[in-house]
């Protein structure tokens, strides 16, 4: 199966930045997309934005300017740089990614442990 293990939370004030990175590993066929949700508390979780193997990008328009996503597919990491943040960006962020974690077996999506990001006004 497919491990994500993120890193790079934190609390940090408004108009801050932080890099989140996310490494993927175990047994891998075919990494596809990655990318971010965040899941704030009493709220539904919320796609971030995902990059597929290419550089092709999508972003939520909450985040578009502020947050770019990019990849490694050498290392099969994915990264979230998030510029400008505000306190409302607090939230849990989970990476994750839609692969095949072996040969003849079916793409499935796979997800990080999750980790805090806390923005202060």
């Known amino acids: 199966q497919v491990q994500l293990v993120e890193s790079g939370g934190g609390l940090v004030q408004a108009g801050g930045s932080l890099t989140l990175s996310c490494a993927a590993s175990?047994?891998?066929?075919?990494?596809?997309?990655m990318g971010w949700y965040r899941q704030a508390p009493g709220k539904e979780r919320e796609l971030v934005a995902y990059?597929?193997?290419?550089?092709?990008?999508t972003y939520a328009e909450s985040v578009k300017g502020r947050f770019t996503i990019s990849r490694d597919n050498a290392n099969n990491t994915v990264y979230l740089l998030m510029n400008s943040l505000k306190p409302e960006d607090t939230a849990v962020y989970y990476c994750?990614?839609?692969?095949?974690?072996?040969?003849?077996?079916?793409?499935?999506?796979?997800w990080g442990q999750g980790t805090q990001v806390t923005v202060s006004s």
């Open positions: 990059i597929d193997s290419g550089t092709s990008a």
């Open positions: 994750f990614t839609n692969s095949v974690p072996k040969y003849g077996s079916r793409w499935s999506t796979f």
């Open positions: 175990g047994t891998i066929f075919t990494i596809g997309t």
